[in-house]
Every structure is written in C-alpha cells, then in structure tokens.
C-alpha cells in the first residue's frame, strides 16, 4: 500500500484495486466449490492403494497435494482481503480530500 498518493494517481490506484479484489475473490471462490472434489479425488487415490475408508480419510488430509491446495486457497483468500482493504482505504482517502477541498474552497470562505 502506498503512503504518498497524487489526486491525479488516487483514481487509478482505487480501480486496480476494485478490479484485483473482485478477481482474487471470484478465484477464491471457484478454489472452495473444488475443494470438496479434490478431497474426494484424493481420498478415492488411497482407497485404491488399499487402504480402509478411515485411514484413507485421514491421509487424503494430510496428504501434500491437499494441504497445497488448501495453502493456496487461503494465500488468493488473503490477496482478495488485502485488496478490499486498500480498496476501501484509497476510496476513504479520495473522498477525505475532496471534502477538504470543498472546505478550503473559495466558494466556502465568503460564506
């Protein structure tokens, strides 16, 4: 996140961030509908190695293939959170310094 931000850049900077939040949260969102699927995959993997339902239960949770899908499902849950908050602080900050401009208008001061 950037500190120093021109009022020319600020709209700009509000819009990538608007667009990354709503990517990152449809990718997000399209990981978690497959979670299930993958889980199940996997299981169906060590069921055919051999191995009963409850132990194969168990390693298909801790197998690497699930447990790197779960990292990445919660590092583009991370981005897509990361985004809405600078999303929503550039938009904060835009609308802070239009209304300051308002009030130190010249308009404002002959009143």
Same mark, same amino acid.
């Given at each position: 996140?950037? &500190?120093?931000? $021109?009022?020319?850049?600020? /709209? &700009?900077?509000?819009?990538?961030?608007?667009?990354?939040? *709503?990517?990152?949260?449809?990718?997000?969102?399209?990981? +978690?509908?497959?979670? /299930? $699927? &993958?889980?199940?995959?996997?299981? &169906?993997?060590?069921?055919?190695?051999?191995?009963?339902?409850?132990?194969?239960?168990?390693?298909?949770?801790?197998?690497?293939?699930? !447990?790197?899908?779960?990292?990445? #499902?919660?590092? *583009? !849950?991370?981005?897509?959170?990361?985004?809405?908050?600078?999303?929503? !602080?550039?938009? *904060?900050?835009?609308?802070?310094? %239009?209304?300051?401009?308002? #009030? $130190?208008? /010249?308009?404002? %001061?002959? +009143?």
């Amino acid at each position: 996140m950037q &500190r120093h931000v $021109t009022n020319e850049y600020l /709209p &700009r900077l509000i819009a990538r961030c608007g667009e990354e939040a *709503m990517n990152n949260r449809q990718v997000a969102k399209r990981l +978690r509908a497959l979670l /299930p $699927t &993958r889980y199940l995959e996997i299981k &169906r993997d060590h069921r055919q190695r051999g191995l009963p339902p409850s132990a194969a239960d168990r390693q298909a949770l801790i197998d690497p293939r699930y !447990t790197d899908f779960i990292q990445e #499902l919660n590092a *583009m !849950t991370f981005a897509a959170h990361q985004a809405r908050i600078e999303y929503e !602080t550039y938009s *904060m900050l835009y609308k802070a310094r %239009q209304s300051l401009r308002y #009030l $130190t208008s /010249p308009r404002q %001061q002959k +009143r």
